[in-house]
């Protein structure tokens, strides 16, 4: 007889495996778990069809996709943002507008973008990504007019709306059912690796070779990568190739109990609203601090200490994220959005009111271990509780919403700044704005308890 944990974290006595029931459960109140007996036939077949399932490759594949789209897209904007007003020239207020209409492009094509993966798969949209990021980083480099730029910053929406989070979970949605919050994690861990890697590169690259120059290697670098992927890669459903989500040998329960949702019918609930406010909210402040954080840096920490914090902040995030993988699946993710964003809050307040060297440094790592966490939980919550089969139109049109939202908020700090002539006002808003996002999500929850199914099995068309 084996033991079948069904958390590798439980240790059991060796005693209980003298036992010989072939199907048996013992219920552990103390650690809120269940161990499950099976044959050793019957373990060692399920897992080695996890192990050999084809969608963690699908993981790594996303994860890729994730990497180049934050490292040369979202992280990579502060970076242009400096190099722009360095060489050309321009005023940081005014070239912080490209940023926001990079991302309120990329919030216009949310929908379209989850409705295309569900109907024809990743692979047109990975490469109209890869091409679209690829024409905007040249049109950066080789602009000369303020109006250039924000066409380029334009074209490279595109790209983040192709490559972003939103668009992974969307690839990664038909793959899992029961470790579908560890799938999106781990390929999120992408977005921890392009910017740890993204920020120093880009940054050396330009003092070395020019922004013209790094800009034509990041383009040919994204395409000569991306395209091969989606081509040979990613693939559209496990049904595809005969397989069912998790590697599972039939359909789970869950899967076969959940129906389409229609998106007018998932907006009349209380459910998605609060999760869309409230990472609207969220991912205003945050993607506005990313944006402007090596401009705050450099106005109050050493030059040599700029790149190693922003540096710092992404390894922080990547710490975060594999935390959150280990983990998300066994928790309550409403609870745990909110308790990310108080600590994102607090570290933000700690920015605005204590500008100090190590404060500075110390606030910007821990507010890294939140920002994986705010970018990927909006995507695993809606995932949990209105199932696969509609999750690519439901969470465009959140998405959608969460990157207007988002898309303001570059321009936030940057006019807060140049009025009041410092960040500490923009940040101790953003700190409050956040706060106010942990209620909402609360609040959802709450609803939820109060009437609405966790994961709802049924919906009006």
Same mark, same amino acid.
């Given at each position: 007889?084996?033991?079948?944990?069904?958390?590798? +974290?439980?240790?059991?006595?060796?005693n209980?495996g003298?036992?010989?029931?072939?199907?048996?459960?013992?219920?552990?109140?103390?650690? /809120?778990?269940? =161990?499950? /007996?099976?044959?050793?036939?019957?373990?060692?077949?399920?897992?080695?069809?996890m192990?050999?399932?084809?969608?963690? /490759?699908?993981?790594?594949?996303?994860? =890729?996709?994730?990497?180049?789209?934050?490292?040369?897209? $979202?992280?990579?904007? !502060?970076?242009y943002?400096?190099?722009?007003?360095?060489? @050309?020239?321009?005023?940081?207020?005014?070239?912080?507008?490209?940023?926001?209409?990079?991302?309120?492009?990329?919030?216009a094509?949310?929908?379209?973008?989850?409705? =295309?993966?569900?109907?024809?798969g990743?692979?047109p949209?990975?490469?109209?990504?890869?091409?679209? +990021?690829?024409?905007?980083?040249?049109?950066? !480099?080789?602009?000369?007019?303020?109006?250039?730029?924000?066409?380029?910053?334009?074209?490279?929406?595109?790209?983040?709306?192709?490559?972003?989070?939103?668009?992974?979970?969307? +690839? #990664?949605?038909?793959?899992f059912?029961?470790?579908?919050?560890?799938?999106?994690?781990?390929?999120?861990?992408?977005?921890?690796?392009?910017?740890?890697?993204?920020?120093?590169?880009l940054?050396?690259?330009?003092?070395?070779?020019?922004?013209?120059?790094?800009?034509?290697?990041a383009?040919v670098?994204?395409?000569?990568?991306?395209?091969?992927?989606?081509g040979?890669?990613?693939?559209?459903?496990?049904?595809?190739?005969?397989?069912?989500?998790?590697?599972?040998?039939?359909?789970?329960a869950?899967?076969?109990?959940?129906?389409? /949702?229609?998106?007018?019918?998932?907006?009349?609930?209380?459910?998605?609203?609060?999760?869309?406010?409230a990472?609207?909210?969220?991912?205003?402040v945050?993607?506005?601090? $990313?944006?402007?954080?090596?401009?705050?840096l450099?106005?109050?920490l050493?030059?040599?200490?700029v790149?190693?914090?922003?540096s710092?902040?992404?390894?922080?995030?990547l710490?975060? @994220?594999? !935390?959150?993988?280990?983990?998300?699946?066994?928790?309550?993710?409403? *609870?745990?959005?909110?308790?990310?964003?108080?600590?994102?809050?607090?570290?933000?307040?700690?920015?605005? $009111?204590?500008?100090?060297?190590?404060?500075?440094?110390?606030a910007?790592v821990?507010?890294?271990?939140?920002?994986?966490?705010?970018? =990927?939980?909006?995507?695993?919550? *809606?995932?949990r509780?209105?199932?696969?089969?509609?999750?690519?139109?439901?969470?465009?049109?959140?998405?959608?919403?969460?990157?207007?939202?988002?898309?303001?908020?570059p321009?936030?700090?940057?006019?807060?700044r140049? *009025?009041?002539?410092?960040?500490?006002?923009?940040? #101790?808003?953003?700190?409050a704005?956040d706060?106010?996002?942990?209620?909402? *999500?609360? !609040?959802?929850?709450?609803?939820?308890?109060?009437?609405?199914p966790s994961?709802p099995?049924?919906?009006?068309?």
């Amino acid at each position: 007889m084996s033991l079948r944990y069904v958390s590798s +974290m439980l240790r059991v006595d060796r005693n209980y495996g003298r036992r010989t029931q072939s199907s048996m459960e013992i219920e552990l109140s103390r650690c /809120w778990l269940v =161990i499950r /007996w099976y044959p050793r036939s019957d373990v060692t077949r399920r897992n080695s069809e996890m192990t050999h399932f084809y969608g963690w /490759w699908i993981v790594v594949a996303c994860m =890729i996709v994730n990497m180049f789209g934050n490292a040369l897209g $979202l992280f990579g904007l !502060g970076v242009y943002l400096i190099a722009l007003s360095e060489t @050309r020239g321009w005023p940081l207020g005014q070239i912080s507008a490209g940023a926001t209409l990079f991302l309120l492009v990329s919030a216009a094509l949310m929908l379209p973008v989850g409705k =295309i993966i569900g109907r024809f798969g990743p692979k047109p949209i990975v490469v109209l990504g890869a091409i679209s +990021m690829a024409a905007g980083l040249l049109g950066i !480099g080789l602009s000369q007019r303020l109006v250039e730029a924000y066409a380029a910053f334009a074209v490279m929406g595109i790209g983040w709306a192709s490559l972003s989070a939103a668009a992974i979970a969307a +690839m #990664l949605a038909p793959w899992f059912e029961k470790y579908q919050g560890r799938a999106v994690s781990l390929a999120s861990l992408g977005a921890s690796i392009g910017g740890i890697t993204g920020v120093p590169v880009l940054l050396f690259s330009i003092a070395q070779i020019g922004l013209t120059s790094t800009t034509i290697v990041a383009a040919v670098t994204i395409v000569g990568i991306l395209l091969p992927i989606a081509g040979l890669v990613l693939k559209r459903s496990p049904s595809e190739m005969g397989l069912f989500p998790d590697g599972a040998p039939a359909p789970s329960a869950m899967k076969q109990q959940s129906k389409a /949702w229609t998106v007018g019918a998932a907006a009349r609930t209380p459910a998605l609203w609060t999760v869309t406010a409230a990472f609207g909210i969220a991912m205003f402040v945050q993607v506005g601090f $990313l944006t402007h954080q090596v401009a705050f840096l450099s106005s109050v920490l050493p030059p040599a200490l700029v790149a190693t914090t922003a540096s710092a902040t992404a390894i922080a995030a990547l710490i975060g @994220r594999m !935390g959150l993988a280990r983990y998300v699946d066994d928790v309550d993710q409403r *609870v745990l959005s909110a308790i990310v964003l108080v600590l994102a809050a607090t570290m933000l307040g700690l920015l605005a $009111l204590s500008p100090t060297t190590w404060t500075v440094i110390a606030a910007c790592v821990i507010f890294g271990l939140t920002v994986g966490n705010v970018s =990927i939980l909006s995507a695993i919550i *809606v995932r949990r509780e209105f199932g696969a089969i509609s999750f690519g139109a439901i969470f465009g049109f959140a998405s959608s919403i969460i990157q207007f939202t988002t898309a303001l908020g570059p321009s936030f700090y940057g006019v807060l700044r140049e *009025v009041s002539l410092s960040y500490r006002w923009p940040l #101790l808003i953003a700190a409050a704005l956040d706060i106010v996002a942990a209620i909402i *999500v609360l !609040g959802g929850r709450f609803r939820r308890s109060s009437g609405q199914p966790s994961y709802p099995l049924s919906a009006r068309r």
